[in-house]
């Protein structure tokens, strides 16, 4: 049984490159999505190795459909909204704190908007086969999108829909997910703003972030990601901004 507070608990922030030319990354771990009976989708994204400097993340979509993205580091523009804010009808600063109070239970809280959530992950059998499988593969697995294809069609095997994991970002950078051990979430309250947001439930239809669908259930995964850049003078400026000062 993976003890994911051991696991993640001290993930080591390394500002780094991606072995791919012409493509920034970011590598962590997070909860993909969970879903909501009130009708919202919380996610959080932790990336303590990108190319500019450590985050985490806490996206919220309301019952409307409305996403929003709050940030816990140095910059908007070198955190998830650099990606997907296009898509956000707001995007802003917040404190994220992460609390692990058993080897598969988090705590997350955020102080604007007030936000107590609590979740608990599970390895299926299935998932213990496959995770140390899709861990050990290499990078350049990611590459073809017939492997792609295929990791697509095992995440709806699991229940997770008909998501994508590869594809244009609202933000029109060419991207590739890439979850290398998954854990289900099937326990988990949460409190936005004094409100009670009920039980996990699977949803009949993906939800999307512009035209990136995601998971259908609640999933946490350790991975990483992968976005051919796209403004190469811009990349490099943004990296020389971040670069630790000596």
């Known amino acids: 049984m993976t003890d994911l507070a051991a696991k993640l608990a001290d993930f080591p922030a390394i500002r780094g490159r991606f072995p791919w030319p012409d493509h920034e990354y970011v590598k962590g771990w997070g909860v993909f999505v969970l879903p909501f009976e009130s009708g919202h989708i919380l996610c959080l994204r932790v990336f303590p190795e990108n190319d500019f400097g450590p985050y985490r993340t806490l996206w919220l979509r309301d019952p409307a459909g409305a996403w929003s993205i709050y940030v816990d580091g140095a910059r ?27 080897p598969r239970t988090l705590r997350v809280r955020m102080d604007a908007p ?54 244009i970002m609202p933000s029109g950078h060419t991207g590739t997910l890439m979850p290398q051990q998954m854990f289900l979430i ?8 004094g409100v009670d947001l009920g039980s996990p439930v699977h949803l009949k239809e993906n939800p999307r972030i512009g035209a990136i669908p995601l998971p259908s259930r609640g999933v946490l995964a350790i991975g990483q990601a992968t976005w051919r850049i796209l403004d190469p003078a811009e990349y490099e400026r943004t990296r020389l901004e971040t670069a630790p000062q000596a």
């Not at 590459?143 to 829909?161: C, H, K």
């Not at 099937?186 to 703003?193: G, I, K, N, P, Q």
């Open 76 to 102: 908007l523009d070198t955190a998830c909204p650099r990606y997907y804010g296009a898509a956000c009808v707001h995007t802003g600063f917040a404190h994220i704190e992460l609390t692990w109070t058993k």
């Open 114 to 167: 007030s936000l107590e959530w609590t979740l608990t992950a599970s390895e299926t059998p299935a998932l213990r086969i496959l995770n140390p499988i899709s861990a050990a593969l290499p990078i350049a697995s990611w590459r073809p999108r017939a492997l792609i294809r295929a990791r697509e069609l095992l995440a709806r095997a699991l229940g997770m829909g008909d998501m994508r994991l590869s594809g």
């Open 186 to 193: 099937e326990r988990s309250t949460a409190v936005l703003d």
